[in-house]
C-alpha cells in the first residue's frame, strides 16, 4: 500500500484510478489473512460451533488497518439493545424537568374521604338489600328525615347507634370501638381530623318499629356548626320532616334557634330527641328529681322557640313527651326511648299492663303512691315521687350505678336479674365500654325513635302537598302537578337536585337530589333546568344522559337500576352543568318545565380573601379548582374583580380554612398564595337627595331625573324573606304597601323594581305625574331604566360594593319621540349615572356586617370577654347562667372585619374554657362619612373614630384598582 495516497488520519487523498488499483492489489492479501485465520485459536475459546469459512468472511470482512471514525464507533449499547424492541425509549437533548420531581413519578393516589372501593363486596347488613330496594316503591311506608341541631349535641352520635343497629361490622361489642366514636357519616378528611361534620350526609336504613315492621327510613346528617348552615338549608328542601337533636345540658343554643326557624319556613314538622342524658347523671350528677326539672326546662324551651318563630298561618307544633314526638336518648352510650318504647319494656314484664295507658301517666306532674299504687295528680307528701321519675329515672340511675360501682360478682348477679349475661371479657372492659354494652342490652333497639317518626312525620305522599307549594314554581292544576302531588312514580320524571358531592379522588361530582315524580333509570336522556332557567329564556339548560344511579350510606353506595318518586338518589352524568342546585325533567316531558326555587339560606357570605397561584402558569389548575370548590360548598361565591384579583367569599374563618384546603390539596394541587381576610360592605343613603340630580343621555336627546332616600325601617328585611314579591299583581303589592309601611296611592301601585335582584333590598318606583311625563312613553323605556338601576345597586358609588336600604324615585323624564333615539343603549347607562348622582347627593354612608357572639363557659370567662370584644369594637349584650349547670351564656356583637382571630384570641384569654359561636345577624352604619376629605388617615396605621368609613372607602379602592376619591359620575 502506497502511504503517499492517504493522509495522517488514513483518509484517501489519491485519484479514483489510483483508489481502484489499491482495491484490486488488497484483494490477494485480504484473501491470504482470511485463509490464514485459526479458528481453532480465537473462536473456539468463546464457546462457539465450528463453522465454515464463508461464514467466516463474513464476520470479519474489514482490513485490520482500517480507520474507524469516532462517530461510528458504539461505546455503549442502545436502549433498543438493553431494553428490547417492544420498549419505547425518549431520548431528550436537554432536560427539561425540574429537579424537585423524579423522572419516573411515583402512582399517587388521591383520596380525601373515607369511601368503600369499588370492586369490593358491600357490607353485610341487617335487612335484605333487595327487600330495601322494593320498599322504595311504596313511598307511603317510608320517611325522609334530617337530623339537625347545635354543635357537639350528639347528631352523629344519634347516626352512629343506628348505623350500628343495622352494620353487623361496624357493631363490635368486644370493646375494641366502643371507648371511642365511630363517626360513621363524617366522610371527608376535614371531618376526621377536626372531630366536627362539615358536609350533610344521607343513608337510607330499614329500620323495625316496636311492632316489629320494617320501614325505609333515608336519613341525612347535617353539620351542627354556625359555619355550615348551608348544608342544613340544602337537606331541609329534601325531607319531610325534622328530627331536632339538642343536648340536655346546653339546651337551645344559636344554632337550634335558626334551625327551628328554617325549619318552620319550610313547612316542616319537627320531633325532638333530648340528648345527652347521660351527662346529667355522670357529670352534674343531679338527683333523679333535678333531673326532670332539668329535661323539662329544655322541653319547654325548645317549644318557646317555636313559639316565637312561628309563621303566620300555619299550626303551631308543640312538643312533649306525652303526644310521643318527644324522646331521650344518650346516643355516645347507644339508648334511645320514648314513653311508649318504656312503657313497653315494663309491660313485657308485667304482662298486665296496658303499654298506652301506661305511657300517658309517665309525663307531668302524675305522681304514684307505691303504698296503694295508685296515680295521682298531686303529691299526697314531701317525699313522693313523679312518675317520671319513678319508673323512669331512679332505674336508670341504678343500673348505670351499678354498673360502674358494683364488682364483676355482684353486677353478673344484678344483671342476670334484668336477663342480661356478658361475656366474661366484657366485664374486664374499661368503665365506658361496659355502661355501653349494659345500657345496649337493657334498652335494645331504637324503636321508640322509629315509632315516633312513623307517627310524626309524614310520608312523601303526605307531604307533597305542601312541599310543592312552598318549592315548585310552576303550576299544580296540570297534569304534571298532580303528578307532583300524588308522588306518581308512572308520571313525568321530576328531580330536584341541591347539593353536589365528590368523588374522593376531587376528579368529579355526584349530583344529590330527590325524585319527585316519575321514575329515574341509567340512560334516561334529561334536560337538567339550572336555577336561571325560565320559560322565557332557555339559555340554562342543558341535554344529557344519566349514566349511574346509587343509594347513598355514607361510606358505601348501593347501584340500583331504577329510583321511583319519593326516594332519594345519588346519580352521575349531570353535574356539568349544575354549579348550586338544579331541576331534572325528562327531555320527551310535553308539558312546560318549571324549576324548584332556588334555596333561600339562613345567612350571608361576607367573609372574603383573594387567592392567586405562586406560579402564574398554573392559573389554570387554581380556575378550575375554583370552579370545583364552587361546586362543593353551598354557600360560596366565586366572583373576579376589575383589578383581576380572584375573591372567595365563604361565611366564617372554619368554613374559609376548609374552602382553602380543599382548593390547595383537593381540586387544584397547587400552591396558593391568599391575601388577608376582609368583609364585605354595602353602601346607602341617610338622607334625600339634596338636590333633584339628572343625567342626559350621549345623544343628548333624553334626560331623567331620579332621587333616592332611605328606605323604610323593615322594607329591606321583607323583601329579602320573601314576605313581599316583586312578582306580585300590582293590587296585591299595593295593598302590602299600604297597609304595612303607609305608602300613598300612586307609590304603592308604580313600585318598578327590586334590585339587584328580584329579592334585594332597593326599590325602584315610577314617582312621576301624568300630567308633566307621556307615560306612555316612559314605560317604552321601563326596562332599560330597571336595568341601569340594577346595574347601579349592584355596584355603588363609592367603591363598587352593593348598595341596600335605598328607595329610587323616578322624579322626571323627557325622551325623544323616535324609538331609535331612546334605545337600551342610550337609556340604561344613563340610569346609572343618575343612580349614582342621587347616592352621591343623599349623604351616602358605607355599612359593615356585624357577627352575633355566643359564647358558653364557666363564669369567670365573662370579665375577660367584655376585655377582648372591647379591643375590637365589640360589646356584650347579656350573660345569663344556664340553668342546671355551671355553665353561662354570654350574647355579644363584634363587626366582622374585627371579628378575624377573635375565638383564638378568647381561647387563649380563657385558656380554652370558652366556646365561641358567630353568627351573621344584621348590616349596620359604619361611623363617619366617607367624603369627608377632612379626615387624614395615616398609612399602616388602624383608623378609629369618625374616620373609620373614609379609611374603609379608601382602602377598598385602591384593592380595587379604582381611583383615590370617589365621583358621582363613575
Known sequence: MDDSLYDEFGNFIGDADDSDAESVSLQPQLHARVHDYDETDEYADLGGEDTNDDTLMEVDTAPVNA?????????????????????????????????????????????????????????????????????????????????????????????????????????????????????????????????????????????????????????????????????????????????????????????????????????????????????????????PADAYYKLRYCIEQVNKTIDELAVPGYDTIRLSPELGNVCFASASLGWCFSLSSFSQMYSAIFGSINPADFAARLWGDIYFNSSTRKFTRRGLDASSKRSFVYFILEPLYKLI??????????????????????????????????????????????????????????????????????????????PLGKSLLACNQDGPLVLHITKLYSS??????YSFGRVFSGTLRPGQQVRVLGEGYSLDDEEDMAHTTITELWIPEA??????????????????????????????????????AYIFRPIKHMTQSVLKVAVEPVNPSELPKMLDGLRKVNKSYPLLHTKVEESGEHIVLGTGELYMDCVLHDLRRMYSEIEIKVSDPVTRFCETVVDQSSIKPFAETPNKKNKISIIAEPLDDGLGADIENGTVKIEWPVRKLSQFFQEKYEWDVLASRSTWAFGPEDMGPNVLVDDTLP???????????????????????????????????????????????????????????????VCYTAVMTGSPRLMEPLYNVYVTGQAEIVPVLYKVLERRRGYVLRDSPIPGTQLVLVEGSIPVIDSFGFETDLRVATQGQALCSLVFEKWQ????????????????????????????????????GLSEEPTMYT
Open 67 to 287: 480507520v474507524v471514525l469516532h462517530e461510528d464507533k458504539q461505546y455503549y449499547p442502545s436502549a433498543e439493545q438493553v431494553y428490547g424492541t417492544d420498549v419505547e425509549a425518549i431520548v431528550q437533548e436537554e432536560d427539561t424537568q425540574p429537579l424537585s420531581e423524579p423522572i419516573v413519578a411515583p402512582v399517587r393516589t388521591k383520596k380525601f374521604s373515607v369511601e368503600q372501593s369499588a370492586g369490593v363486596d358491600l357490607p353485610s347488613v341487617v335487612f335484605s338489600r333487595d327487600f330495601m330496594l322494593d320498599l322504595m316503591d311504596y313511598p307511603d311506608q317510608a320517611r325522609n328525615v334530617a337530623v339537625v341541631g347545635h354543635l357537639h349535641h350528639g347528631k352523629t352520635a344519634l347516626m352512629d347507634m343506628l348505623v350500628q343497629e343495622t352494620h353487623p361490622d361496624v357493631r363490635d361489642f368486644e370493646g375494641k370501638r366502643l371507648d371511642e366514636q365511630i363517626r360513621y357519616t363524617d366522610v371527608h378528611v376535614l371531618e376526621r381530623d377536626r372531630g366536627l361534620s362539615i358536609k350533610s350526609t344521607p343513608m337510607s336504613l330499614v329500620l323495625q318499629n316496636s311492632k316489629g315492621k320494617s320501614h325505609l327510613i333515608n336519613i341525612i346528617d347535617t353539620p351542627g356548626h354556625v359555619n355550615f348552615v348551608d348544608e342544613v338549608a340544602c337537606a331541609l328542601r329534601l325531607v319531610d320532616g325534622v328530627v331536632l337533636v339538642v343536648d340536655s345540658v346546653e339546651g337551645v343554643m344559636i344554632n337550634t334557634r335558626s334551625i327551628i326557624k328554617r325549619a318552620l319556613q319550610e313547612r316542616l314538622p319537627i320531633v325532638l330527641v333530648v340528648n345527652k342524658i347521660d351527662r346529667l347523671i355522670l357529670e352534674l350528677r343531679l338527683p
Open 401 to 478: 350505678g351499678h354498673t360502674l360501682g358494683e364488682s364483676t360478682e355482684n353486677l353478673k348477679a344484678t344483671l342476670a336479674k334484668l336477663d342480661i349475661f356478658l361475656k366474661p371479657a366484657q366485664y374486664k372492659l374499661d368503665p365506658k365500654p361496659l355502661l355501653k354494652i349494659v345500657c345496649k342490652e337493657f334498652f335494645g333497639a331504637a324503636t321508640g325513635l322509629v315509632d315516633m317518626l312513623l307517627q310524626h312525620i309524614p310520608s312523601p305522599v303526605a307531604s307533597a302537598k305542601s312541599k310543592m307549594e312552598y318549592a315548585y314554581t310552576g303550576h299544580l292544576d296540570t
Open 504 to 509: 374522593s379522588d376531587g376528579s368529579e361530582f
Open 555 to 592: 361510606q358505601y353506595k348501593v347501584p340500583v337500576m331504577s329510583v321511583p318518586a319519593g326516594n332519594w338518589v345519588l346519580l352521575v352524568g349531570i353535574d356539568a352543568s349544575i354549579v348550586k342546585t338544579a331541576t331534572v325533567v325528562s327531555r320527551t316531558m310535553d308539558e312546560d
Open 771 to 833: 300630567g308633566e311625563v307621556d307615560k306612555k312613553m316612559l314605560n317604552s323605556v321601563r326596562e332599560s331604566i330597571k336595568q341601569g338601576f340594577r346595574w347601579a345597586v349592584r355596584e355603588g358609588p363609592l367603591c363598587e360594593e352593593p348598595i341596600r336600604n335605598t328607595k329610587f324615585r323616578i322624579m322626571d323624564a323627557v325622551l325623544a319621540p323616535e324609538p331609535i333615539y331612546r334605545g337600551g343603549g342610550q337609556v340604561i347607562p344613563t340610569a346609572r349615572r
Open 925 to 960: 352604619t359604619v361611623p363617619g362619612d366617607p367624603l369627608d376629605r377632612e379626615m387624614v388617615v395615616a398609612p399602616l396605621q388602624s383608623a378609629s373614630g369618625q374616620a373609620l368609613a373614609r379609611d374603609f372607602v379608601l382602602k377598598t379602592r385602591r384593592r380595587k
